[in-house]
């Protein structure tokens, strides 16, 4: 793809991520894209030839690059799930703060009405490493027991809460301190009492 076209479609999808996180993917009409990339909607197709392909297009950029900040942040392994948790909590501060809208999308709407078969495999494979974190934990004695899916509902749930309750504040702006403290009150939520 020349870089001009390369360029566009960057533009076309953090159009499409900036306006689904304000709007939802179902609120979001093909037009609003193109002006907020300032571009005609015949530009927008092609690219993409639907809405659900920039929306899955999109999808998979956003949780791409959450599943890419992940397993940088935990390619060296932890001494202790905790240590575990804490490598994944400030992944997921550093991937909200430089992607507020990416993540905003990723966490606080319904894709199942739109997600292709390579959307739903990389949504799952983002699943399988945060249960498979739980599983760790669980077998080490650290984390609580029950359901992997219910305990990263938690857990994404307070996150995103967090990251709810202070906005328009980015997530980088926040005290540290605050977010330690945020990390200390999430992993409370997992940790195994003694």
Do not use: C
């Not at 659900?52 to 202790?80: D, H, S, W, Y």
């Not at 949504?123 to 219910?150: K, L, N, P, V, W």
């Not at 328009?168 to 926040?174: D, G, S």
Request: hydrophobic share 50%; no cysteine.
């Amino acid at each position: 793809m020349p870089r001009s076209s390369a360029d566009l479609a960057s533009r076309l999808l953090d159009s499409a991520l900036a306006l689904f996180a304000e709007r939802t993917y179902e609120g979001t009409q093909m037009p609003a894209v193109a002006a907020h990339a300032q571009v005609g909607v015949g530009s927008i197709y092609r690219y993409f030839p639907s809405k659900e392909a920039l929306g899955n297009a999109a999808f998979r950029q956003a949780k791409g690059g959450l599943l890419a900040e992940l397993t940088a942040a935990t390619a060296q392994p932890a001494a202790t799930p905790r240590e575990e948790f804490a490598q994944i909590w400030r992944a997921f501060t550093r991937f909200a703060g430089a992607n507020p809208a990416a993540f905003v999308f990723l966490e606080h709407q319904q894709h199942d009405t739109f997600l292709d078969a390579e959307s739903r495999v990389l949504a799952a494979e983002i699943d399988t490493f945060a249960a498979d974190f739980i599983a760790r934990g669980q077998r080490a004695g650290a984390i609580r027991d029950g359901d992997a899916a219910f305990l990263v509902a938690l857990a994404l749930g307070a996150f995103g809460g967090l990251l709810k309750n202070i906005r328009p504040l980015p997530v980088t702006e926040l005290p540290p301190q605050a977010l330690t403290g945020a990390e200390a009150a999430v992993w409370d939520l997992l940790h195994r009492k003694t």
